[in-house]
C-alpha cells in the first residue's frame, strides 16, 4: 500500500510539474530570434541570458529565473495579458535599463539590486516585489503599484511616482 501511495504521489508531482513547465518550442524560437509574442516560459531558466531588445510582449514569464540577464531595452508591454505575467520571476541583478515594462504583471518579483534606469512601468503591479537596492532613477512609474513593495535602499532619483500606489497603499499625487 506504500508502496502504491509512493508511486502515485511521485506520478503527480511528475504530472503536476510537467504542466507549468515552459514551452521548450518557445525558448528556441526567443533564442534563435529574440522575438517570443505570448510565449509560454513559465519558470524557465534564463539566467545571465543577453536579450537585448528582444520582444516578450504577452509572454508568461511566471516564476522564470532571470538573475542577472541582460534585458535593457527588453519590450514586456502588456505582460499581464492572458494571464501571462512575471508575478514571483526573479531578476535579481537583471539589467532592464530602458526596458518596456508598461502594465506588466511583476507581484512578488524579486528585483534586489536590478537596474530599472529609465524604465516604462507605467501601470506595472508591483506590489509586494522585492526592490531592494534597485535602481529606478528616471523610471516611469505613473499609476504603478508599489503596495507592500520593498524599496529598501531602492535608488528613486528623478522617477516619476505620478499617481503612483505607494507601499503603504496611499496613492501619490504630489508633483503631477
Do not use: H, W
Not at 510537467?18 to 534564463?46: H, I, M, Q, W
Amino acid at each position: 500500500m506504500k508502496l502504491t501511495l509512493t508511486i502515485l504521489t511521485v506520478a503527480a508531482t511528475l504530472f503536476a510539474s510537467s504542466a507549468s513547465a515552459f514551452d521548450p518550442r518557445d525558448l528556441r524560437k526567443l533564442k534563435n530570434t529574440g522575438y517570443c509574442k505570448e510565449c509560454d516560459l513559465v519558470d524557465a531558466d534564463l539566467s545571465g541570458a543577453t536579450l537585448l531588445d528582444a520582444s516578450l510582449k504577452g509572454a508568461d514569464l511566471s516564476g522564470a529565473n532571470l538573475g542577472s540577464a541582460d534585458l535593457s531595452g527588453v519590450n514586456l508591454t502588456d505582460a499581464n495579458l492572458g494571464g501571462y505575467d512575471l508575478s514571483g520571476a526573479n531578476l535579481t541583478d537583471a539589467n532592464l535599463t530602458s526596458a518596456n515594462l508598461k502594465d506588466a504583471k511583476l507581484s512578488y518579483a524579486t528585483l534586489i539590486q536590478a537596474d530599472l534606469e529609465d524604465a516604462n512601468l507605467k501601470g506595472a503591479d508591483l506590489k509586494n516585489a522585492n526592490l531592494e537596492t534597485a535602481n529606478l532613477s528616471g523610471a516611469n512609474l505613473i499609476y504603478a503599484n508599489l503596495e507592500g513593495a520593498n524599496l529598501m535602499e531602492a535608488d528613486r532619483r528623478g522617477a516619476n511616482l505620478c499617481n503612483t500606489t505607494m507601499r503603504d497603499g496611499t496613492v501619490n499625487n504630489s508633483g503631477c
